[in-house]
């Protein structure tokens, strides 16, 4: 079977969603599918790890639009396809089922796939949370499960957590690392996560790594730490980061590193083909032109956006400031711009109250704001940020002082 | 089923009939006003989702949070009838409020 298409959006997440809706809202006229190797039509994933995991928001409610949104648009949604191949001199996509698609241009927005440990796919019990489906399947085993361990102390991990002690379960968690969020955050974050996790009855195991997973018939029954220690456990939650789906574009010669590589209008090296969301490795103006994936949702929708902008011939560079949430038991973590390589932070206000922030500089200049119950900060930290402000740090520090007075 | 009359950004008005129960975002969104991003999905995070309301009505909308207020207050375009579409629980006594979105920024 042959299709002809003129923007083929290869991925039916965030990112790919919105490249479909942005085109439609500035008017493009031509023939749009959306491809999607899920079943589900595109639908929000930062509730999978929170409301959705609690069953606090319905199935329904994370879809980005209602079903009918699709062809009101005239979008051609193709759920349930991948594409295994493709062909850039010939502009073609190939689908996993055979079907071929000729495209005028192409847009990968295939994100990623949650990482896995050693041999998770031949046992029961050992979960991921990346797709509906997955949290689907752990909410059905979690109805006669007490013991919970968690292997990650990333964003995922800590909410998992914070939701399944709630639901009064048995919650250990593993980091490798000395602290949680060490990848992301800095010190006085970390461990006021910690602190809160603690208080909630989380157990957080830091420096230390699963050896051995013990099973009795292919289900999981015991973690086994590096140090000898031993966990009962019915269930294993890895959240350990995400891989990004690179090898088609990788197979037909695009350049790829970690994710694939993309200039700052999201082009990747192939003609006619762009990348982006949580698997576009781009030059961050936030972080020195530095080449780096952003899994969040305002990545996907910016670069979404910056792509539109080419193809309506409204062309601007992704220069968008990124930023991100986190929400565990009653604290709102909100995140605004891009702390690599700080090299100092500023508490303001004291974590004891839980509503604080810390601000990272390099050289002086704010280049971002971890905000913990303070949605001023976040808000203000956005404009610093973005204006890259160099305050007197003493001033950064005091509470009495709005951070929106030192713009 | 009761209604809201949206005015978009480009002054087009449209009727929209509305389901009670979830937030004045989601029937935005479900209705195909696309201008709204919502990007956090509704969870106060963002401020994607700003809209004027009628001013008669704006009591019916509810109590606006410390944290919706903070949100709003980095608005370039806040006003006195200035909401956050997500934190708006659409209610029958809700029926015929009148919405208009906000400039983005």
């Known amino acids: 079977m042959n299709e002809k298409v003129d923007i083929l959006i290869v991925g039916a997440g965030q990112a790919g969603a919105q490249v479909a809706i942005s085109l439609r809202q500035g008017g493009y006229l031509g023939s749009i599918m959306l491809v999607g190797d899920e079943k589900d039509a595109p639908y929000e994933r930062p509730p999978l790890s929170k409301d959705y995991l609690s069953a606090d928001k319905d199935r329904e409610r994370l879809l980005l639009r209602k079903m009918d949104f699709w062809p009101s648009r005239n979008i051609d949604l193709w759920s349930n396809k991948r594409i295994s191949a493709i062909d850039s001199d010939k502009q073609t996509a190939t689908t996993t089922s055979g079907e071929v698609i000729q495209y005028q241009e192409l847009i990968w927005a295939a994100g990623g796939n949650a990482r896995k440990i050693p041999n998770q796919n031949e046992l029961e019990g050992v979960h991921v949370i990346r797709t509906i489906e997955d949290v689907d399947c752990l909410r059905d085993e979690l109805v006669d499960a007490s013991s919970i361990t968690i292997i990650g102390g990333g964003y995922i991990g800590l909410e998992a957590a914070a939701v399944l002690t709630k639901q009064n379960k048995k919650v250990t968690l593993i980091e490798t690392q000395a602290r949680v969020l060490e990848r992301v955050a800095a010190a006085p974050i970390s461990h006021f996560f910690q602190d809160e996790h603690a208080k909630n009855g989380v157990n957080i195991l830091t420096n230390t790594s699963v050896a051995k997973i013990v099973h009795e018939d292919n289900k999981v029954s015991k973690v086994i730490l590096d140090d000898g220690f031993e966990i009962e456990t019915d269930i294993i939650i890895v959240g350990i980061g995400l891989l990004p789906n690179q090898k088609v574009i990788e197979d037909a010669g695009g350049r790829c590193g970690n994710g694939v590589i993309v200039d700052e209008f999201c082009r990747t090296s192939l003609p006619h083909i762009f990348a982006i969301g949580d698997c576009a490795c781009h030059p961050n103006i936030y972080a020195q032109n530095q080449y780096l994936r952003i899994e969040s949702v305002s990545n996907a929708i910016d670069q979404a956006k910056t792509v539109a902008g080419v193809i309506l011939n409204d062309k601007k560079p992704y220069t968008a400031l990124p930023w991100f949430w986190s929400n565990q038991y009653d604290l709102k973590l909100q995140t605004a711009g891009l702390n690599h390589g700080y090299d100092e932070t500023v508490l303001r206000g004291k974590p004891q109250t839980r509503s604080f922030s810390l601000i990272y500089l390099r050289d002086g200049q704010v280049i971002a704001v971890d905000a913990v119950n303070s949605v001023k900060d976040f808000m203000a930290g956005k404009k610093l940020v973005e204006n890259k402000i160099c305050p007197d740090v003493q001033l950064l520090a005091d509470t009495d002082i709005p951070l929106k007075s030192l713009l | ?105």
Do not use: W
Not at chain 2, 1 to 10: G, N
Not at chain 2, 20 to 29: A, D, H, P, T, Y
Not at chain 2, 76 to 104: F, H, W
């Open chain 2, 1 to 105: 089923m009761p209604e809201i009359i949206v005015t978009t950004r480009e002054n087009d008005e449209v009727n929209l009939e509305v389901e009670v129960g979830i937030s004045v975002m989601e029937n935005l969104r479900d209705g195909g006003v696309d201008e709204i991003l919502a990007a956090c999905g509704g969870c106060c995070s963002c401020a994607t989702c700003h809209v004027y309301v009628d001013e008669e009505l704006m009591e019916l909308t509810g109590d606006i949070s410390e944290d919706e207020n903070d949100l709003l207050d980095f608005s370039d375009y806040r006003k006195k009838n200035s909401r956050l579409s997500c934190q708006i629980n659409m209610s029958n006594e809700l029926n015929g409020l009148r919405v208009t979105i906000a400039p983005e920024g």
